[in-house]
């Protein structure tokens, strides 16, 4: 297949590059508005074809449309931050909605047909009405941020294009995904960043976090991709297929697996950050209908991914 993937050289796009070349038989794509490939992700040049480009320029989207030429569509790019004090509204809403909307136009216009897998969010859910519940693709969509907002309606705005004007656009709901090369933005590479510093003398042994009341459905970032090339071969058009591991994991009990793994003693100390209080408190899948309709599961178990997320920051910290 001929694919193209949006958001190719961020966290889930280069892991979905990977996959797809060691399944073999594909042709890789990728969109980006940098022109260049992160050192994380650099071997990747001259396997993945990089073409820069903004998802809100219509010009140029129809350009690399009629470059590529592609039968698979990911659309994974889009505003990345889900909160804290960088966090700019009316970017998140431009970056999801604004730029998922033209890039859909210009499909439309180019006269291809792909296939388009849309990378929407379990935050979509907000809260379920059961705490100890689990969300599935006909739970209502209450979404708590604007980030949660703006991919609601993206999500929806898919399923529109997929009824009027026609286009083939399956939905994945991804619940948190965690894994290598993952930025310290979010919770647990950050922590195992301070892990690895702490280890390596760079900071004293106390790792600050926020709150860790939360409840997260984590899934390694590897096992995520795997699930796209199935829903982009078996998904139906206009359909919503919920991923996740369907289990919900304290950050506390996620953190205490991380530091059980140090090689030294280390101290956690919280503070509440009042620029979340608005996050969802549970996230839950159900991923029936994934596992249905395409045999997908989780593989990788969750120790796995907290050592080798850990692994990953230890090679990269030089000692004090």
């Known amino acids: 297949m001929r694919v ?27 969109l980006s508005r940098q022109a260049g490939w992160p050192a994380p992700l650099a071997h990747l040049a001259g396997r993945v ?37 960088t966090f700019d509204p009316d970017q998140c809403w431009h970056d999801n909605l604004t730029a998922t909307r033209s890039f859909y136009a210009s499909v439309a216009r180019s006269g291809l047909r792909p296939r388009i897998l849309f990378a929407s969010t379990g935050l979509v859910y907000g809260e379920p009405d059961d705490p100890d519940g689990a969300c599935d693709e006909r739970t209502t969509l209450k979404p708590a ?42 919770a647990l590479p950050n922590f195992a960043r ?22 997260r459905d984590v899934t390694d970032v590897r096992d995520v991709v795997a699930a796209f090339p199935l829903l982009l071969e078996k998904g139906r058009a206009g359909e919503a297929y919920n991923a996740g591991r369907g289990e919900a ?46 045999g997908w599961a989780p593989r990788i178990p969750l120790d796995q991914t907290l050592a080798d997320i850990l692994a990953e920051w230890r090679g990269t910290t030089r000692p004090a």
Do not use: C
Not at 253 to 262: F, N, P
């Open 145 to 186: 941020t604007p980030y949660a907002a703006s991919k609601a309606a993206a999500d929806l705005l898919s399923h529109q294009y997929s009824r009027n004007p026609g286009l083939d656009i399956v939905r994945v709901r991804l619940f948190n995904q965690i894994g290598p090369r993952q930025s310290t933005d979010y």
């Open 249 to 294: 994991h304290r950050m506390q009990d996620l953190l205490d697996r991380l530091v059980a793994l140090a090689k030294v003693r280390v101290e956690v100390r919280q503070k509440t950050d009042p620029a979340r209080t608005a996050d969802t408190a549970v996230t839950r899948a159900d991923a029936r209908k994934l596992r249905e309709a395409t």
């Open 49 to 85: 074809e990089l073409v820069p480009g903004d998802m809100a320029d219509g010009p140029r989207v129809a350009e690399v449309l009629r470059h590529a030429r592609p039968d698979w569509v990911v659309h994974l790019a889009g505003y990345a931050k889900t909160g804290g004090p």
């Open 194 to 215: 301070q892990v690895a510093a702490a280890e390596a003398g760079r900071q004293l042994p106390v790792i600050e976090t926020g709150d860790l009341s939360a409840r």
């Open 4 to 30: 193209l993937i949006t958001g190719v050289n961020g966290f889930v796009g280069g892991h979905l590059a990977e996959h797809l070349l060691g399944a073999g038989g594909h042709t890789l794509f990728g």
